[in-house]
């Protein structure tokens, strides 16, 4: 069974610093999707960045980036210099190529002080 | 931009009583899901359709909640009767697949709250 561990409940950053979200997956597949996906307070949910697990290069976007260890089942995001509008919480999320259901982990809400 | 609609946006229902939400996913993405998000958690699934067709309800229960795509468009989740366990929010997504990773677009959801 596919399952998604977000092991920081919660998290936070001071504006314009750095910050890393943790996440780890356990599958048995070899191809598979990963995304981070962010939900602001009383907004829907959008997706910050998607990783393919065939692709070696870890994908960035903008001030997001993710270090993905396949080997380790490991997919964290950084954020760089972290933004009020950051504030909000990140779900990481593994989808099997075969397949179209997508696995949620329980969520890390992130604080930006500023 | 498209986006997936859903509505209402907040329900207040009492125990016993029939609720369902909509969704209108964007136009031509085939695949559509319900989800249940309970405050604290991520989303699980509840049910997936391609296009009228359920794929996957496993996690639905079906003694009480019903979902349908009579068209292939858009969609109902009823719950009858609710139960207090049953408020939440509940997150209606779509996707067109064979777009590669077959990235899932949000509505804003229905938060539900069961007296």
């Known amino acids: 069974a596919q399952t998604v561990t977000q092991s920081q409940p919660e998290m936070s950053v001071q504006e314009a610093e750095t910050v890393t979200l943790s996440c780890t997956y356990d599958t048995s597949e070899s191809d598979y999707y990963l995304f981070w996906y962010k939900q602001p307070p009383s907004r829907q949910m959008i997706l910050v960045i998607r990783q393919e697990a065939y692709k070696q290069q870890n994908a960035t976007e903008n001030r997001f980036s993710v270090n993905f260890q396949k080997a380790a089942k490991s997919f964290s995001l950084k954020i760089s210099d972290s933004q009020l509008g950051d504030a909000a919480m990140y779900f990481c999320a593994y989808r099997p190529v075969a397949g179209n259901q997508f696995y949620f982990g329980t969520g890390t809400s992130l604080t930006v002080i500023p | 931009e498209a986006e997936v609609a859903q509505s209402p946006r907040y329900k207040i229902t009492e125990k016993s009583q029939a609720v369902a939400f909509w969704c209108d996913p964007i136009?031509?993405?085939?695949?559509l899901y319900w989800y249940r998000q309970i405050l604290g958690q991520g989303p699980e699934l509840l049910v997936q359709?391609?296009?009228?067709?359920?794929?996957?309800d496993s996690q639905l229960p079906k003694d009480r909640f019903s979902a349908e795509r009579l068209k292939g468009v858009d969609s109902t989740l009823k719950i009858q009767p609710a139960e207090l366990g049953d408020s939440a929010m509940y997150l209606c997504a779509s996707s067109m697949p064979g777009t590669g990773s077959d990235e899932q677009y949000f509505g804003p959801g229905t938060r539900l709250t069961v007296t």
């Open positions: 136009s031509g993405h085939a695949t």
């Open positions: 359709f391609q296009d009228e067709s359920v794929v996957d």
